[in-house]
Structures are given as C-alpha cells and as structure tokens.
C-alpha cells in the first residue's frame, strides 16, 4: 500500500516546545557516520546469520498505528514502547517535519529505547533534489541506515519504465553512501506481475541495483500474488535487510480476511521464512505491520507482538 500521502504533522503542542528546547543539545551530537553506527549494539549488527531469535530486534512500521500518530505522535510512540517493541519505521509524511522537529523526535525514541533504522518514502527522497536532501537530514538525525522507497515515481509501468527507475535507485544508493545510509525498496502486489518476458518488476530491480541495496520484504504481498517467499529470499542472499511480517489470507477483508488478519493467523509459512532470511537473507531487524483488524490499532499492534514473542520463545 502507497504511504507517501502526506498528513498534518502528528504532533502536541508541548511535545513541539520540546523538540525546540532540545534542538541546541542534539545538534552539537554527531550524526551518524556509518549506516551500521554506533546506535547499534553488538547484537545488532551484521552478521545475522548466528543470530539466536532474540537478537533480532523487532519493530512495528507506524503505518500500523497511523491514526493514532497522526492525533497523539509522542504518546503513540510511548505506548508502542511500552508494548515491548525495539525499533520504529516512519512512513512519508515524516517528511514535513522540521528538523528541529525531527531532533525533538530523536530525543523521545532515545529515551524510549526505540530506534528507527528506516524510513518509508516517496520517489522524491530518492532523487536528487531538496526532498533528497531533506530526507538525508532527517534521517541522519533519527540515527536510521536505510532509506526505502515505498511507491514508485507516477505512470512507472513498462518494463523499459522500472529499468529507467531501478537506474535511479542504483544511483541514489551511490549518492546515500557517503552520508552513511543505504537506499532500498519495498515490495507491493504489483510488483511480483510479471512482464511479457517473464521477468517481474523485483527481478529487473535486483538485477540493476547494487548487492548495498535493500529489497525490504513484504511477505503478504508476495503470497497475495501467489509467489513463493521462500524461492525469493533464497534467490537474493544478504539482500533482505529487513522483512515486513505482515500476514495475508485468501478472501474477502469485508470477511476479516486479505490483510485484515492478524500477524500469524494467515497463510505465511513463518518458520520456514525466519529461518531462511535468518540463513541466507541477511535480516538485521523485523517490521511487524498491520493494515487494519478487528481491532483497535494499538490493540492490533499488542496482539501481532504477542504472537510473534509465542511464536519465536522470545520474551
């Protein structure tokens, strides 16, 4: 689902005058230099695939909570800590933040123990422009190591169209290095359709983007399209930074199926996909990410974790 609709900055009016009052603090502090830097511990840098379950620290994408963030940002972050999740990822409308704004933010994640180490974006962020260059600040602040793409640039299509775009995300990966991230893309439905050549959109992208480049996994949509999770982790080694652990059923979301069920409840064969991207993929961290449910978002977000601590012996 295309995120990149921007919304009123979710934010409270004391929680602005605190991001103002820490601004001096945290412009002084060294950005970070490195995509894998010093925000990370040493159970969470590379080398993943040693990993015991519980190193792997587990996120939510705030897609998941977007209602909630966008009335109550400082409290939805609280109570998403509270629940026991470790990293955060911002979606696009991030990006009308102020970067006094956005030093306020770092400041609440660092004393919350969260840490986003990616950001949900528009094609724009990844395109030389003041949007680029907006994105790289702000994600410099909020300490992240990817930039993803969430929706490509408009009327992308033909095959000729997502060559030309996997071109500008090889060359945005380039240009990112130097400011210590790395560029990515995240996967929908569409993308799994293949051309007339047999070829599908991931295809073209993974092969005309650097081994640097994140192809962040969305697990529902690959089993919406009726692809196989496991062939396409297996098939791009050291490439899957990060995986959305989003559950997906055949029929209808009016019936609480589709993207309506829960982390768990779907047809997604987790174990198999833990251990492969955990073996071969190259997984940093999960993104657990709800569309929508039977129940309230943060209830949703609750429930998904639970599950995910049941399912892997992880307290």
């Known amino acids: 689902m295309s995120r990149d609709n921007p919304s009123a900055t979710?934010?409270?009016?004391d929680f602005l005058a605190a991001a103002g009052a820490s601004a001096a603090?945290?412009?002084?502090a060294p950005l970070l230099s490195n995509r894998l830097g010093s925000t990370l511990s040493a159970a969470e840098t590379i080398g993943a695939g040693s990993m015991a379950?519980?190193?792997?620290?587990?996120?939510?994408?705030?897609?998941?909570?977007?209602?909630?963030?966008?009335?109550?940002?400082?409290?939805?972050?609280?109570?998403?800590?509270?629940?026991?999740?470790k990293v955060v990822e911002f979606y696009a409308p991030y990006l009308q933040w102020t970067l006094p704004y956005a030093k306020g933010v770092r400041t609440q994640l660092d004393d919350l123990?969260?840490?986003?180490?990616?950001?949900?974006?528009?094609?724009?962020?990844?395109?030389?422009?003041?949007?680029?260059?907006?994105?790289?600040?702000?994600?410099?602040?909020?300490?992240?190591?990817?930039?993803?793409?969430?929706?490509?640039?408009?009327?992308?299509?033909?095959?000729?169209?997502?060559?030309r775009v996997s071109g500008q995300l090889a060359t945005a990966s380039q240009q990112l290095e130097s400011h210590g991230l790395a560029a990515g893309f995240h996967n929908?439905?569409?993308?799994w359709t293949p051309f007339a050549n047999g070829k599908r959109v991931m295809d073209v992208l993974a092969e005309n983007t650097p081994k640097e480049f994140v192809l962040q996994f969305d697990v529902g949509t690959c089993l919406e399209a009726g692809q196989d999770p496991i062939a396409w982790i297996k098939a791009h080694p050291g490439r899957i930074k990060s995986v959305h652990l989003k559950d997906w059923a055949p029929g209808k979301e009016a019936d609480e199926k589709g993207y309506r069920v829960l982390?768990?409840?779907?047809?997604?064969?987790w174990k198999e996909i833990f251990a492969a991207v955990e073996a071969t993929?190259?997984?940093?961290?999960?993104?657990?990410?709800?569309?929508?449910s039977r129940y309230s978002e943060l209830e949703s977000a609750k429930r998904c974790l639970a599950t995910y601590r049941g399912m892997r012996g992880t307290t």
């Not at 993929?281 to 929508?292: A, R, S």
């Open 10 to 13: 979710p934010s409270r009016r």
């Open 25 to 28: 603090a945290l412009a002084a």
């Open 53 to 85: 379950p519980q190193s792997y620290p587990i996120g939510l994408e705030l897609y998941s909570v977007r209602r909630e963030l966008a009335r109550d940002l400082p409290g939805t972050l609280k109570a998403v800590a509270d629940m026991g999740y």
């Open 113 to 163: 123990g969260l840490r986003c180490y990616s950001t949900h974006n528009s094609s724009a962020a990844l395109v030389p422009g003041d949007t680029m260059t907006k994105a790289i600040e702000l994600n410099q602040i909020l300490g992240t190591r990817y930039i993803i793409m969430a929706s490509p640039p408009p009327n992308t299509a033909t095959l000729d169209d997502w060559t």
């Open 188 to 191: 929908h439905r569409i993308e």
């Open 263 to 269: 982390f768990g409840e779907g047809v997604a064969p």
């Open 281 to 292: 993929g190259g997984v940093e961290y999960y993104l657990l990410e709800q569309e929508g």
